[in-house]
């Protein structure tokens, strides 16, 4: 259950801080019982007498009250007092905690105690499907690493790459601002767009912030780390090599198309995809990551140029197939012309299979089994169909179906993931599958 939903619970606020787990009551004791002693401390200083005073108060207000009323009325007004002069103090001293966000003191606290001993989840993709996802997730645990795809080489991240020589930032962008606070005003800035200016038209502000730090901390992986702290971000993101690496692709037809962007152009059925270099080297932080992992999430995004590139990284497939994380591919809802044409989701499952070497790369397939009625002709028109799923090829493979609905709704009938319904189905799947193991 997250925070969302338990503080839907009408109850005091107060009483939140008595929620189990947010490691606040120990400490509410140790500090009491440390007052206490001080207070006699000073007392026997003061040569005694004050105890003695104080004891003979409480004898005589014994002898006309019930001894358990009396002692229960100074328990109840003396932690009273406590409680409220700690919260008070507490609360100007990280004031500043709460001007950022939404959240209470108490909710956040909540959410870094509660998340931070959640699963620990990979998130393996690129594209606006990885963030999606991100945004989501990250509501269960705070134990989450992103690994994202380096072989973008279209907009102001291939306008980077091409000018300057370093790895494409707009996936990593994506992924830092999806695992930040959303209400945050640097968040926002992060994601900033410039809409003119000569050399500046088309970049984003978190492209260029990542590409200065990049150059004064000496690489991406640094840069990151940096940019993760300014927007205190809940988990870890990390591109799946260091590697100038750029994609390419052998169609069916014999042609063969190099470069991300010119891929799905290309209007033909990939027979295999392939990086240049062919040797690219994966992080180790990456590979520690998978092997650490409960849950490894593949997808959704494009199949070809933010999913499979990831594979195609040396020893990343063979980390994945090796870890004993329980291993889910989140399946595109509609078809993409120009890379994944017709495809049902056997197709999209043996596509993947195909170019990790190994069956054991997923344990289950995570599929939308419904559509708006008023959805768009502009799909039609672009050769875009819903991906089917065709349990009659899916068996033979032997992994796990799980159907629900996934889109979020949309009144111009356009079909896109809902993070929260996403993230949802992925974590009671994994929940489910460690309680039946």
Known sequence: MTFDEIKNVKVKKEVGW?????????????????????????????????IYVILELIRKAALVLPSNFLAAVFIFVGAVIFFKGWQKTTLSIMDMNSSKGNYSLLEKLYRRRKLNKGAKIVAVGGGTGLSMLLRGIKKYTNNITAIVTVGDDGGSSGRLREELGILPPGDIRNCIAALGD?????????????????????????????????????DMVRAVKESSKVLNIRGVVLPATLDDMKLAAEFEDGRIIHGESNIPEAHGKIKTLFTEPANCKALPEALNAIADADLIILGPGSLYTSVIPNLLVNGISDAIVQSKAKKIYVCNIMTQPGETTDYSVASHVNALIKHAGNKRVIDAVLVNDSLPDNISE??????????????????PIGIEVVSQKLIQENKDGLVRHSSNRVARAVYYWYKKSIKNR
């Open 182 to 218: 959303d209400e945050d005003l640097i968040t926002e800035l992060f994601q900033y767009r410039f809409k003119n200016g000569e050399g500046l038209e088309g970049h984003s502000f978190g492209n260029l912030f990542l590409t200065a730090l990049c150059s004064i901390t000496g």
């Open 378 to 395: 502009g799909y039609a028109k672009a050769g875009s169909i819903p991906v089917r799923l065709d349990m009659e090829n899916i068996s």
């Open 18 to 50: 008595l929620l189990p787990g947010l490691e606040v009551k120990r400490w509410f004791a140790l500090i009491f019982l440390g007052s206490i002693m001080i207070v006699l401390g000073f007392m026997v200083l003061a040569n005694v007498r004050p």
